[in-house]
Nanobody, 116 residues
């Protein structure tokens, strides 16, 4: 059974940085596409970034391009989201997910709060 556990969220001032981690277990992840989504209060969950397991294919939503970086450590079965130049509008619960053949598995989420 696929399990995803996020960590690394917290409170940071605008302009600061955080690195989120997503530890994956219970599957053969080489065939999965991994990603991060976020959900701000009162808003729908939205895609932030995705990556394939070899790390050579990435996607970023426009609002985070140039500030966020997604990466994968195959040896540790872990996906990272490095977030720099954080803005108050980045405040949300961030969720890691793993997707394959139409099936999506989600982590429990980690809160990121950016103060102005």
């Amino acid at each position: 059974q696929v399990q995803l556990v996020e960590s690394g969220g917290g409170l940071v001032q605008a302009g600061g940085s955080l690195r989120l981690s997503c530890a994956a277990s219970g599957g053969t992840f080489s065939s999965f596409r991994m990603g991060w989504s976020r959900q701000a209060p009162g808003k729908e969950r939205a895609l932030v970034a995705t990556i394939n397991w070899s790390g050579d294919s990435t996607y970023y939503t426009d609002s985070v391009k140039g500030r966020f970086s997604i990466s994968v450590d195959n040896a540790k079965n872990t996906v990272y989201l490095q977030m720099n130049s954080l803005k108050p509008e980045d405040t949300a619960v961030y969720y890691c997910y793993a997707q394959r053949n139409g099936n999506t598995y989600w982590g429990q989420g980690t809160q990121v709060t950016v103060s102005s």
